[in-house]
């Protein structure tokens, strides 16, 4: 069997990159006792995955990861041995127990949503009144960052919905394992389209993970 | 934006930001408030270096552990971070709750190594404390430092309040309880000061005054004030098992240099090996029960979920009971997948059966440390270990299956001639032919021998105290012969540029005038000269120039039998006698047995009960 739990990574440790995040929780695994699977082979390592892994910089408040266990485990048991073993810092919100069955997360993975703080409010206003300006073009030209280039591409489909209020705007956009829209290439793309010149300096945070329900809508991750 | 939120700002351009951002799992999480002391632990160098070493892991265990202490982390930020905060007028902060240094009630420094000095200049200039002792005031924290460069604090004196000597557990709480008096009852700082020179250990700098004569050479080192001891006697803890050692220790998020448990065995070495400085310093051996260790080893296990835990010490073979500790360790680890790693494995001493079951979890390069290349230049050292030793244990690594051997030496050493250089040429060509001599479908593939040479400074409380380095033309050209010898198929060498050493050389066996060099140096642009990148040796002497001293003063220099050391007033439980004898004989080559087939009367015999090998005769 499988857990799936979701867990926050706070503020103070959004510099920390997606492989330390991922050695944090086997360690933290490690510490708290449950009983995990290992993989086989020369250098055993604890079954775990992620459904995404989170930028070096972002917060996130619902990340998600998927633990093979080696015995039956209560999924709440799960969640009061690891919060004990976790820093403050990785807290552990909700747990649930799968079937082994159960489709891998990041090929269920459809959409994130990000709340992306603004630090200057006046900056934030400008953004903010861009945002219907920008959705009614018919294509949102963006740069997307491949290993070797920067490409030209058209984020207009990637991005589900977009709304401002004061500091905070908020986005659900296209994550899926082909392609992604990037909140630094939404923010990029609206801040040319507010008539701003220098880079907006913004604070990101992942607030869910989302795949397809049966129905075809989006819905969180963790529940499907 | 406040303090913090252009602390965060800079955070965005930094490189490596996790060196800045704490939180990591076992961090003090007690509040500011609720502790009336708070002590600055200061590592002067980088996270992923200071969070590698194991005497900050136990005292921020010991200091946290009193409810009425707060200990929280410093470390030297790298240039990048500097000229950020410099940017944003931003102070040093702590790691954990982000207090600015100057709020602290004590801040404390870990000398580990020479070069680290001027970050030590720098963190103080970085925290808005003044440099200088003698600058500070009542508002400013106490200033103090320990770790075995703190034998020598003479270069550090001007910046250092106190020095902690010796072992620091016992000292570090009476220290901090004394500071508590001056702040909760308002003790003036000298009167802090002159009641911390009466705890046993603590050295206040400020207390003496030294003289010296036209050509630089000290013709006296005497207390100013009254009531302070003439000599200042190391602490020593004497039973390891009822001294403080961390369940818990701290668990960084981004890799650090020895990411793992560090589980010390045992403190100090009956070796003897003249060059080495921890092996005197460290002195008496004293060893943990292996029960007190498997408790340990089982609670760090399970308190940081560390992979691995390596057994630490300065001679780990020499332990009592290394196999019944290794086989208990790995029976009870095997199900936890923890596997055992031995750093300082020594050749004569580590057995067969031990290494087997080492390579049963995980399988990594074995190092030895024959130190020379000859006997003669073994026995002039007294590494007492012979060729035959290290082949026999060369070959047993490569019949279990290792292929990757390193092989440490020293070159500059007292005495030294061609002929011991390449005799570590020899040595590295009869390990590959070991490795050769294993039938192939026995042997591990891949085969690589390192070979590192570091050139030789001496230091204090060593037999090679008075001992001249040698200059770094001379340096240069062993170095160089070094390079032709050891081109040899399978073998890789590694060497250092000897500016370092020499500059090493100057600091660690420097007076008090030399306080004055690193405040230039530091003035001068000189921070984080341990790294190669940042070290800047033409900077440093014009340091030397411009404070009017000869730096082959320090360095390349013979010192006399009667010269009064920097050092002489610190004791460290060795003998200066003692130390002359140990260097006549190595100049005969004459070696001297290991400590537990006898005393040699190095001086602990003098305080009773100290070392268990001790023969009160042989004063």
């Given amino acids: ?224 | 934006m406040n303090e913090n939120e252009r602390f965060e700002k800079i955070l965005e351009k930094v490189q490596k930001a996790p060196r800045y951002t704490g939180g990591e799992m076992n961090t003090a999480v007690k509040e500011w408030d609720d502790c009336p002391l708070h002590f600055g632990f200061c590592f002067p160098d980088t996270y992923e270096v200071g969070m590698s070493h194991l005497g900050l892991k136990i005292l921020y265990g010991l200091i946290n552990r009193e409810e009425w202490s707060l200990c929280e982390r410093f470390f030297m930020p790298w240039t990048d971070m500097i000229a950020l905060m410099k940017e944003e007028n931003l102070p040093l902060l702590s790691t954990e709750s982000r207090h600015p240094m100057h709020e602290f009630d004590v801040i404390g420094f870990t000398l580990q190594y020479e070069m680290s000095y001027t970050n030590i200049l720098a963190m103080l200039d970085m925290g808005g404390i003044p440099l200088e002792g003698k600058d500070r005031g009542e508002s400013d924290p106490i200033v103090v430092a320990g770790g075995p460069c703190a034998f020598n604090p003479e270069p550090l004196a001007d910046f250092i309040d106190a020095f902690m000597i010796g072992d620091g557990e016992d000292v570090m709480t009476e220290l901090n309880r004394v500071i508590l008096e001056r702040k909760q009852k308002g003790l003036s700082r000298k009167e802090c000061l002159r009641k911390l020179a009466n705890l046993e250990g603590v050295y206040v700098p400020s207390f003496y005054d030294v003289e010296y004569d036209a050509s630089g050479i000290i013709t006296g080192i005497h207390p100013n004030t009254p009531g302070v001891p003439e000599t200042i006697r190391k602490r020593v803890v004497t039973d390891l098992n009822q001294t403080y050692y961390p369940e818990e220790i701290p668990v960084p998020y981004t890799e650090v240099v020895f990411d793992r448990i560090m589980l010390e065995i045992m403190r100090g070495c009956t070796r003897g090996c003249r060059f080495c400085q921890a092996g005197m310093l460290y002195r008496p051996v004293r060893e943990r029960s292996l029960e007190k260790l498997i408790d340990l080893s089982e609670k760090l296990v399970a308190s940081t979920g560390y992979e691995e835990i390596s057994l630490s010490s300065l001679s780990s073979g020499d332990y009592t009971c290394l196999p019944e500790l290794i086989r208990e360790l790995m029976r009870r680890m095997k199900d936890k997948r923890v596997s055992i790693s031995l750093p300082s494995l020594r050749i004569d001493s580590v057995l067969k059966e031990s290494l087997e079951e080492t390579q049963q979890v995980k399988k990594t390069s074995l190092t030895f440390a024959p130190e020379a290349g000859t006997q003669r230049m073994r026995d002039v050292i007294n590494k007492g270990v012979t060729e035959s030793d290290l082949l026999e244990k060369v070959r047993d690594a490569f019949e279990g299956g290792w292929s990757s051997v390193k092989l440490y030496f020293m070159d500059g050493l007292p005495t030294e001639t061609d002929e011991d250089l390449d005799g570590i040429a020899d040595l590295a060509r009869k390990v590959v032919e070991e490795y050769f001599r294993v039938p192939r479908e026995r042997r591990a593939k891949g085969l690589r021998v390192t070979v590192s040479a570091s050139t030789f400074v001496p230091k204090p409380f060593t037999p090679f105290q008075w001992a001249a380095q040698d200059t770094i033309p001379e340096i240069i050209r062993k170095q160089d012969h070094l390079k032709k010898v050891l081109n040899i198929k399978g073998v890789n060498f590694n060497w250092h540029e000897p500016y370092v050493s020499f500059l090493e050389a100057c600091v660690s066996r420097g007076d008090r005038r030399i306080g004055r060099v690193l405040l230039t140096a530091y003035r001068l642009g000189c921070i984080l000269d341990g790294w190669t990148e940042t070290f800047r040796f033409d900077t440093w002497m014009e340091a030397f120039k411009a404070c009017g001293l000869d730096p082959a003063f320090y360095a390349n220099r013979e010192r006399g039998r009667d010269e009064i050391l920097p050092w002489d007033h610190i004791d460290s439980g060795i003998t200066k006698q003692f130390l002359w004898h140990e260097k006549e004989k190595s100049e005969q080559a004459v070696t001297t047995k290991d400590c537990r087939k006898g005393c040699n009367g190095c001086g602990l015999q003098r305080w009773k009960g100290v070392c268990g090998y001790a023969n009160p005769r042989s004063v």
């Fill in chain 1, 1 to 224: 069997m499988r857990i799936l739990a979701v867990f926050e990574k706070s503020e103070r440790i959004r510099h920390i990159g997606h492989l330390d995040i991922q050695r944090s929780m086997q360690r933290g695994l490690r510490r708290s006792g449950l009983p995990v699977a290992y993989s086989n082979g020369f250098n055993p390592h604890i079954l775990i995955t992620f459904a995404s892994a989170l930028s070096t910089g972002a917060c996130g408040q619902r990340e998600i990861m998927d633990v093979t266990m080696a015995e039956p485990t209560d999924a709440e048991v799960f969640l009061a041995k690891m919060n004990r073993a976790m820093p403050p810092e990785l807290h552990l919100k909700e747990a649930r127990a799968v079937d082994d069955r159960h489709p891998a997360l990041m090929g269920s993975l459809r959409a994130a949503s990000y709340d992306l703080m603004v630090y200057d409010s006046q900056e934030a206003a400008l953004l903010n009144s861009a945002i219907p300006l920008m959705m009614d073009q018919p294509s949102i030209p963006a740069m997307r960052k491949t290993k070797t280039a920067l490409k030209e591409c058209d984020i207009k489909p990637l991005i589900y919905s977009l709304s401002g209020e004061g500091q905070h705007i908020r986005a659900m956009l296209a994550l899926t394992e082909k392609e992604a829209c990037k909140p630094g290439m939404l923010m990029e793309a609206l801040a040319g389209a507010a008539g701003l010149k220098e880079p907006v300096r913004f604070l990101t945070t992942r607030t869910g993970l989302f795949g397809e329900n049966t129905e075809g809508n989006l819905a969180p991750l963790e529940l499907l």
